[in-house]
C-alpha cells in the first residue's frame, strides 16, 4: 500500500505543476479571482479523480504527459464544486482541507467567480491544441465531462443533496442515487476518460465504469464513516455535520457495522471486475482497497 | 430597422424552440435545478449575442440551423453569467428581464446550481456530435469560449466590477478595460465564431473583431445612459443603482452629452469597419445603430 500512496502523491506533485502553468496570476486587479482560484485547486486536496485518469490512461498505453491534462481539467472541476458547494447558501462549511474555506478566506463574491472561472478554465484546457489528443477525442471528452458534471449528473446530484435537508425520508435507492450523481459521475468520468484518450474497447470502457460506480459509492460510504468516526484535524474539515443536522447518511440507514460491510463489499467487487487487466492495473485494485481504509 | 427588429424576434423565437429541446425537464426531484435553468434562459432576453453568432456564420454561408447550436451555447453562457451576477453577494438584484432574478423566484442555492448547469451545459452542446461541425471546428469554438468568458474576460471583467464599487478613482481607460472584459468579450467571441465556423481569412476575422469590440463598448455606454434616463418597467430591472451607488460609469466620467456623442461615434465606427462586405452585413449595420438608439 505504501507505493500507492507515493504513487498518488507523486501524481499530486504533478497535477500541482500543471495547475500552477494553467493559472498565471495577471500583474491586474482582477488578479483577486485567479488568486482564489489557485488557493482553492493548489490547497493540495487527495488527487484521487486526477490519479484515477492517469492510472486508466496508462493501461492503453497513453503517455502520462498527456493523459494529465485531462486529469488537471477534472481537478478543477472537482475544486469548483467544493467551492460552490461549501458557499453559505449551499453547504455553508468554513474548512476544507485543513484551510479556510474560499468565501472565508476571500468573500462569498470572489468565491462564486472562483468557481466559475475553474469550471470555464476546465473545458477550454481540454479544447486546447496544445492538449494533444486528436480533435474528435477532445469534444469526447469533454461531452462526457460536460454530461458528468452537468444537470443530470454531479450539479443533480448536489441539487438532490440540497433537498434532502429537508426531508427525513431517504431510502437506501434515494441515497445511492444521489452520491452516484453527486460524486459517482464523476469518478465515472475519470475512468471513462482514461479510455476515450487510449481508444480502449467498449467492454473495456464498461469495466471501467463498472469500477469506477463501485469505489465511487464505497468512497462515499467511506466518507460518512470518517464523519462519525474520524476527527476534524486529520480530515481538513468539519465533522458529524451530517449527524447533527439529521441528514440521512449509508450509516444512518445501514448502521456503522453494516455500513462498513457494504463499502468492503463494493471495493472487492470493484477489484473483481478489473480481472481482465494484467497487473498495470494493480495500483486501481489497491486505490479499491485504499478508499475504504483510509483515515481522512 | 423595422426589419432588424423582427429579424431578432425570428432569431430569439428559434434559440428558444433549441433552448427547449437541450434542457428537457428529468422526472425526478433534482427537476428543481432544470426548472430554474429553464426559468432564467427562456425569459425573453434580447437574443443580441445569439442573433449575431447567426449574422456572423450567414456572411460566410453557413447555415442557420447549424450556427444556432452554438449560438445557444452562448445564450446560456450570457444567461449564467446574470444568474450569477443577481446574487445577493454580488449585484444583489431582484428584478431581470421583467421577472424576478433566480434567487428570488427559487433560492441561492438552487440559483448558484443553475447557472452552474447552464455553463456546463453550453460547453457539453458545442462538444457533442449532433453539433455539426468538424471536431476541430467545434475544438476551437470551446477554446475561446472559454477564454472569452473565463478568467482573462468576461469573469475577470466581473471581478473588477465588484473591486469597483469600492474605488471611486475609475477612470476612462479603467472603465473601458473592465466593460471590455464583461461585456465586450462575449460580443466578439459571437462574432468570432461565425468566422470561426464559416473559416473566414484572418482579415475577416479581424474585421468582426474590430466591430464587435465596437458595438460592446457603444452597447455598454447606452445601457449606462438608459441607467440614467430610462425606466424600471421596460428596461425590466432596477434602473439608477449605480448612480446611486456613486459608482464609476461612462455618464459620471462623461457626462451624458458627451457619453451619447462617444456610443454614437463607436456606432459608426463599427459600420464603417464592416466596408468589404456587401448587403448580406446590413443586419449586423442595423444593429450598430440599434443597439444605441435602443430604449430598453
Do not use: W
Not at 450523481?181 to 484518450?197: D, N, P, V, W, Y
Amino acid at each position: 500500500m505504501s507505493n500507492l500512496t507515493s504513487a498518488i502523491k507523486e501524481t499530486s506533485a504533478e497535477v500541482r505543476a500543471e495547475l500552477d502553468r494553467l493559472l498565471p496570476v495577471p500583474n491586474t486587479p482582477e488578479r483577486r479571482v485567479v488568486e482564489a482560484m489557485r488557493y482553492s485547486v493548489l490547497a493540495g486536496g487527495k488527487c484521487l479523480r486526477p490519479f484515477l485518469v492517469l492510472q486508466c490512461a496508462q493501461l492503453f498505453g497513453v503517455e502520462k504527459d498527456r493523459a494529465l491534462r485531462v486529469a488537471v481539467a477534472l481537478e478543477m472541476v472537482h475544486c469548483y464544486s467544493l467551492i460552490h458547494d461549501d458557499l453559505p447558501a449551499m453547504d455553508n462549511d468554513d474548512m476544507r482541507r485543513g484551510q479556510p474555506t474560499c468565501h472565508k478566506q476571500y468573500d462569498e463574491a470572489t468565491a462564486i467567480l472562483a468557481g466559475d472561472g475553474l469550471l470555464t478554465r476546465a473545458f477550454g484546457v481540454i479544447a486546447a491544441d496544445d492538449c494533444l489528443f486528436e480533435p474528435a477525442v477532445r469534444c469526447q471528452l469533454i461531452a462526457e465531462l460536460s454530461k458528468a458534471a452537468g444537470m443530470n449528473g454531479m450539479i443533480g446530484g448536489q441539487m438532490l443533496d440540497i433537498l434532502a435537508e429537508n426531508e427525513d425520508d431517504m431510502d437506501m435507492p434515494g441515497i445511492i442515487r444521489l452520491q452516484q450523481m453527486k460524486t459517482g459521475r464523476l469518478f465515472s468520468f475519470a475512468c471513462e476518460a482514461g479510455a476515450i484518450m487510449g481508444k480502449a474497447s467498449y467492454e473495456e470502457r464498461q469495466v471501467l465504469k463498472d469500477y469506477a460506480r463501485d469505489i465511487g459509492l464505497a468512497f462515499q460510504i467511506a466518507d460518512d464513516i470518517l464523519d462519525v468516526e474520524g476527527d476534524a484535524d486529520s480530515m481538513g474539515k468539519a465533522v458529524r455535520k451530517d449527524l447533527d443536522a439529521h441528514k440521512a447518511t449509508f450509516i444512518s440507514l445501514l448502521g456503522l457495522e453494516k455500513a462498513k460491510e457494504q463499502a468492503d463489499a463494493l471495493s472487492y467487487q470493484a477489484v473483481a471486475s478489473l480481472e481482465c487487466f494484467d497487473e498495470k492495473a494493480d495500483y486501481l485494485r489497491d486505490l479499491a482497497r485504499f478508499i475504504v481504509e483510509r483515515r481522512s
